[in-house]
């Protein structure tokens, strides 16, 4: 299969042999979702206590995401095919400027909420609704940025290059609380939604008029996106990437939901101390996952399905540890270790997926590949939550350390995934124009 690329119709060469923050085009997809990462955890880190402020059940938050996520699930497939019908760089400036109108509403409703202009259970659809936006639209953005990648690389090294992309995404995630904890602290809790809004908008912005796009739309007659998405489902070329891409949201889903309620339980602590701490054990794990893909993977050179075992391995091994931890420092070995294994296992099964498939699927794959990665999130409120409750503290996790071995299994004894080719043609053996 053509693995080169030449010169881009508008001029710009893309040099798939350089690291993801070197090209142009790269470092800004990498500031994009990094505003999408930051964006989503600071909106995690008020969400808790605006809805108190607001006067709505703690179940509340869970609903509001699990709607959003149930339709990025349903909607990520058909914008990864409409990529590559209408080209990467419209999808991913209306997945951002969704994300902005999102965010805007959502600042907008609470803000009305706090006046007392809407209460109860208006209040609750509305905010509902506000985040539903993001899930129905602003899930265009990342498939799209993921198959631009792909538009751009070699088969060999495009694993590496999606990670460093994903990465941003993490890095929004590790410094996304502390920011909004500061800016909360000066200017109030609706102070970072509107900021994030701001930010989407700009970078919906930048990415329409400066990303170049050498992806043109296809002239065939159209079809349905979804139907052209869902023949990839059970393609044996990637179906098994996709089952543990799902088994791996469902872990993510459940890990970490239940780890501020495992830590305040553990550590017998409430309130602003659990929220603190809390919020410094997903900064750890985030900053482990970020390191892994930045630094690790570099250097290490592993295939998918390399990654994806020591992935499994690794995140078994950390959620055993907070299983046994008794204190702080062991819950936070803990997610060191889990973002370590996360760092490993997401960009092992998401490169695997692009490596599997031929040039022109590259969108449909990606729309796939980012609905299960928010799959899990649908059904982690009955994985998690519910079993915590009414089965103890620790049947959630054990229950995740099971579905992380079988995982680690699973890649070990699948012939589908031993059957993917990553190496890339020998310097000498010439290549054809992609």
Known sequence: ?????????????????????????????????LV???????????APP??????????????????????????????????DRHGRKPIAALGLAAYAVSMASF????????NGL????????????????????????SPAAQAYIADRTTRYERTEQIAGLTAAFALGQAFGPAICAALAARFGLVFPIWLVAVLAAAASYAIWRYLPENTPPKTERPKSEWRE?????????????????????????????????????????????????????FMVNALALLATQMAILPRIKLGPRGMMAWGAGLLAFGVAIQIIAPSLGALLVAQAVQGLGAGLARP???????????????G?????????????????PLVGGVVYETVGMNAPLIITVALLLAMFAFVLVSRRLRAVRTIEPPPSEPTTPG
């Open 364 to 380: 449909a794959a990606a729309g796939l590949v980012v609905a299960v990665n928010g799959a899990g999130f649908v059904f982690s």
């Open 118 to 141: 809407i209460t109860g259970f208006w209040l609750f659809t509305w905010l509902m609704l506000a985040r539903a936006i993001f899930g129905a639209f602003g899930s265009a953005s």
């Open 50 to 83: 605006l809805v108190r402020q607001l006067g709505l059940s703690d179940s509340s938050v869970g609903w509001i995401f699990s709607l959003s996520a149930l339709l990025w699930v349903l909607m990520s497939p058909g914008w990864g095919r409409a990529s």
């Open 348 to 362: 092992g099964f998401t490169g695997g997926a692009s490596v599997a498939v031929e040039p022109h699927e590259q």
């Open 36 to 46: 999408i990462g930051a964006g989503n955890s600071m909106l995690l880190a008020v």
């Open 229 to 281: 998405s869902l023949k990839l489902v059970t393609d044996k070329r990637i179906s098994a990437f996709l089952l543990y891409g799902f088994a791996l949201s469902v872990v993510a889903g459940v890990t970490v939901q239940v780890f501020g309620l495992f830590t305040m339980d553990r550590l017998g602590v409430e309130g602003r101390e659990g929220a603190e701490l809390t919020a410094a054990g």
């Open 107 to 114: 600042g907008l409703v609470v803000m009305l909420g706090l």
């Open 1 to 33: 299969m053509p693995d080169s690329q030449p010169p881009s119709p508008d001029g710009v060469r893309a040099d798939s042999r350089a690291p993801i923050g070197r090209n142009r085009q790269f470092r800004l997809l990498f500031l994009c979702l």
